[in-house]
C-alpha cells in the first residue's frame, strides 16, 4: 500500500481555542464529540468526500469512533479538497531535510508534529497526522527556500519508493509553495496521510 502524503492549509488558531478543547473532554467521553457534531455540522465536512455535513451526517459513518469523532471535528479548521500534499515523494523531500540536518526535528517540515490529547494520539486515519503551528511557518519556509541549492547535490537513500532527482526536486519546490500559501493565508498546516 502506498502512503500518499496529504498537506492542507490549517487554521492553528481556531484548532486551539475551539476544537482542542472539545477533543480533550471527549478523551474521556466520547458523547462529548459527537455532540459537538451535531451542534455544529453545517460547519464540518466529511473527511472522506469533503462533502458539507448534514442533520444525517451519521448514516456515513458506519460506527463512529473516537478517531473519526476527530477527524470530522478537524475539518473545522481545513477544506478537505484542498489537499497540496507531496504524494509519494513525501519521503524523498523527507530524507534530503533530514540529511541537510536543517531543524531540530528533521520531520517537522514534511510531517509536522504529532497531537495529543490527554495520552491519546489524534490520529483518524492511523497512518500518521502532524501539525505545523502558523507562528512557525514563515520561519519553516525561509530554512527550506535559503537552502534550496544544498539540497539539489544531496542523494536521499533508504527511500520507499524509486524517485528520480527531477521529481523529488520538483516535489520540494511544491513543499515550499506549501509553506508560501500557509504564510499568504496566516496559518499552519496539517499533514496526514
Same mark, same amino acid.
Request: net charge negative.
Given at each position: 500500500?502506498?502512503m ?5 492549509v490549517?487554521?492553528t ?8 478543547p ?9 458523547e ?8 455544529h455540522y $453545517?460547519?464540518l465536512q ?8 448534514? +442533520?444525517g451526517w451519521?448514516?456515513e459513518f ?5 478517531q473519526?469523532y ?12 484542498? $489537499? ?6 513525501? $519521503?524523498?523531500?523527507?530524507d534530503?531535510?533530514?540529511?541537510? $540536518?536543517?531543524?531540530?526535528?528533521p ?8 497531537v ?8 483518524p486515519g492511523?497512518m ?5 503551528e502558523s ?14 541549492d544544498?539540497?539539489?547535490?544531496? +542523494? ?6 524509486d ?10 519546490d ?5 509553506y508560501?500559501?500557509a504564510l ?10
Amino acid at each position: 500500500m502506498s502512503m500518499e502524503h496529504k498537506a492542507f492549509v490549517f487554521d492553528t488558531e481556531t484548532f486551539h481555542s475551539a476544537i482542542e478543547p472539545v477533543m480533550r473532554d471527549s478523551v474521556a467521553n466520547p458523547e462529548v464529540a459527537r455532540q459537538y457534531i451535531c451542534e455544529h455540522y $453545517d460547519g464540518l465536512q466529511s473527511p472522506y468526500t469533503g462533502e458539507p455535513l448534514d +442533520e444525517g451526517w451519521e448514516d456515513e459513518f458506519d460506527e463512529p469512533d473516537l478517531q473519526v469523532y476527530f477527524d470530522i471535528m478537524l475539518t473545522s479548521c481545513y477544506d478537505v479538497e484542498d $489537499d497540496m500534499g507531496l504524494g509519494c515523494f513525501w $519521503d524523498a523531500v523527507n530524507d534530503v531535510i533530514g540529511q541537510l $540536518d536543517l531543524f531540530e526535528d528533521p520531520r517537522i517540515a514534511v510531517l509536522g508534529r504529532s497531537v495529543m490529547m490527554d495520552g491519546v494520539q489524534v490520529d483518524p486515519g492511523m497512518m500518521g497526522l502532524g501539525l505545523v503551528e502558523s507562528h512557525e511557518v514563515p520561519d519553516i519556509r525561509k530554512v527550506l527556500s535559503d537552502n534550496r541549492d544544498r539540497a539539489e547535490v544531496v +542523494e536521499p537513500d533508504g527511500l520507499l519508493h524509486d524517485v528520480e532527482r527531477d521529481e523529488w526536486l520538483e516535489a520540494y519546490d511544491e513543499l515550499c509553495g506549501v509553506y508560501e500559501e500557509a504564510l499568504r493565508r496566516g496559518k499552519g498546516l496539517l499533514f496526514t496521510f
